[in-house]
């Protein structure tokens, strides 16, 4: 266990960022496969709040930027061919 009163603050804070990250990257899966299970018409409408979400998470470097382009890619391909 820590000792210093900066590293037990420093855990408290990542923890805290890490059921954050987690929420985020977990609420931006399901809103991708909701997306992948829709009919076209609602796919069109889920498709920006879900590219929305891919960005933040590459923003505050939860995924990789590259695996974001991939993601947003593969959607946008999805939905092109419905």
């Given at each position: 266990m820590a000792?210093?009163?900066?590293?037990l603050k420093?855990?408290?804070?990542?923890e805290v960022k890490r059921l954050?990250?987690?929420?985020q990257s977990r609420t931006?899966?399901?809103?991708?496969k909701k997306l992948r299970e829709a009919d076209k018409k609602e796919a069109?409408?889920?498709?920006?709040s879900?590219?929305?979400?891919?960005d933040k998470l590459a923003k505050?470097?939860?995924i990789h930027d590259n695996k974001a382009a991939n993601l947003k890619s593969q959607?946008?391909?999805h939905v092109n061919t419905l």
């Amino acid at each position: 266990m820590a000792n210093h009163k900066s590293s037990l603050k420093r855990i408290r804070n990542s923890e805290v960022k890490r059921l954050r990250n987690r929420y985020q990257s977990r609420t931006t899966r399901n809103a991708m496969k909701k997306l992948r299970e829709a009919d076209k018409k609602e796919a069109e409408t889920l498709f920006p709040s879900v590219i929305s979400m891919i960005d933040k998470l590459a923003k505050n470097n939860i995924i990789h930027d590259n695996k974001a382009a991939n993601l947003k890619s593969q959607l946008a391909k999805h939905v092109n061919t419905l």
